[in-house]
Each structure stands twice: as structure tokens, then as C-alpha cells.
């Protein structure tokens, strides 16, 4: 699986103090099938100017819930 382009996220490292969990009893089995490639495939049809038009209209949210800071928006060299 790579890791770029797209579909690329971010890593945040945490030091928790306390973890709560679930029975996972009734949470069914999956297996990895594949790479899903349709938001590659997207951006991939946009022209240079569409993508940034898209961007410009994107709302940019600067933290997360959390107070974290967030990922700027994507730049056309991201996404190839």
C-alpha cells in the first residue's frame, strides 16, 4: 500500500492515559481487497485550474475537534 498521493493521510502519535474498548464479538471479520483507486481517478480528470477552484471553495477548518492543528489543503503536486 503506498502511502502518497491522493489518498495520503497523516499520522498522529498519542500517549493515552486511559483506553476503554467494546465486546468486538459481534464485529465481523474483513479481509484487504484491494487499493480503491476512484479519488485518484477523480482529481486525475481535473485540469490544474478546476483542482485549485475546487480548493478555493473547500471551507479550511485550522483545528481539529481537538485543538490540533490541521493539514493545509492539498496542493495539484499532492495529488499526482
Known amino acids: 500500500m503506498g502511502v502518497d498521493g491522493p489518498g495520503a493521510r497523516c499520522i498522529i502519535v498519542i500517549h ?3 483506553i476503554s474498548d467494546a465486546c468486538g464479538f459481534a464485529v465481523p471479520s474483513m479481509e484487504y481487497q484491494e487499493e480503491r483507486t ?5 482529481y486525475g480528470r481535473k485540469t490544474d485550474e478546476e483542482f485549485a477552484e475546487y480548493c ?3 471551507e479550511y477548518v485550522g483545528v481539529s475537534l481537538d485543538r490540533l492543528l ?3 489543503l492539498p496542493t495539484r503536486t499532492d495529488v499526482h
Open 38 to 42: 476512484q479519488h485518484a481517478e477523480h
Open 16 to 18: 493515552a492515559w486511559r
Open 70 to 72: 490541521a493539514l493545509p
Open 56 to 58: 478555493e471553495k473547500k
